[in-house]
């Protein structure tokens, strides 16, 4: 089945500092990925459309120029959180879509980021 | 996106059969009903997907009545690994997903 592989698994980092989080499919090709935040105790929210070759498109709210999202082969997508502060410490997912596997999207293991 | 409405949470012990209902009134021609699992400090992971009547897999069972306003999850016989959150989505399965607040599910020895 598609895997989507996320990297690192967890960071910790200094405030000011910028961190950068990885997002792999692994054995399919994804023109799509998507990312999500998610505080404890509650839902994934959507924080942007990550889009293979162009600009990401970014949910309401959610900072483009303090999350930048970076899609540049059809297998990677970055997301950069930059200028971190304590309250962007949360769990980052990314998930994509292999169109041959038809059902659903695969999500990654996460990211758990504190911000110190 | 269709809004969906989940219970907070429920609880079953071992073996027993559970269902997890979602409701979904404005939900679209083209929208299929898609349910994932969380555990703790991991990504979802993906369970089922249908567009009507019912659809099983080796580990769930669907249901989807004729007006498409709701859905039924349907876990046989639990085990206590099923303890998760079990979220509800509908929409465009190529399109991008919202989640809802998901049900948390206590699986009791």
């Known amino acids: 089945g598609a895997v989507v592989s996320q990297h690192p698994s967890w960071v910790i980092c200094k405030s000011g500092t910028s961190v950068k989080i990885e997002c792999r499919s692994l054995d399919f090709q994804a023109t799509t990925m998507f990312w999500y935040r998610q505080f404890p105790k509650q839902s994934l929210m959507l924080m942007a459309t990550s889009n293979e070759g162009s600009k990401a498109t970014y949910e309401q709210g959610v900072e483009k120029d303090k999350f930048l999202i970076n899609h540049a082969s059809l297998t990677l997508s970055t997301l950069t959180v930059t200028s971190a502060h304590p309250e962007d410490s949360s769990f980052y997912i990314c998930?994509?879509?292999?169109?041959?596997?038809?059902?659903?999207?695969?999500f990654g293991s996460g990211t758990r980021l504190t911000v110190v | 996106l269709a809004k969906t409405t989940q219970p907070i949470s429920m609880d079953s012990y071992e073996g027993q059969e559970v269902n997890i209902t979602c409701s979904h009134n404005?939900?679209?021609?083209?929208?299929?009903i898609t349910w994932y699992q969380q555990f703790p400090s991991q990504g979802p992971r993906f369970i089922i997907q249908g567009y009507k009547t019912k659809v099983t897999n080796e580990v769930a069972s669907l249901f989807i009545p004729a007006d498409r306003k709701s859905s039924t999850l349907s876990l046989p016989r639990v085990s206590l690994s099923d303890t998760a959150v079990y979220y509800c989505?509908?929409?465009?399965?190529?399109?991008?997903?919202?989640f809802g607040d998901g049900t948390t599910l206590t699986v009791k020895p």
């Open positions: 989505l509908v929409g465009d399965p190529a399109g991008k997903s919202t």
């Open positions: 404005n939900i679209a021609t083209n929208d299929y």
């Open positions: 998930s994509a879509r292999d169109t041959a596997y038809q059902y659903g999207y695969t």
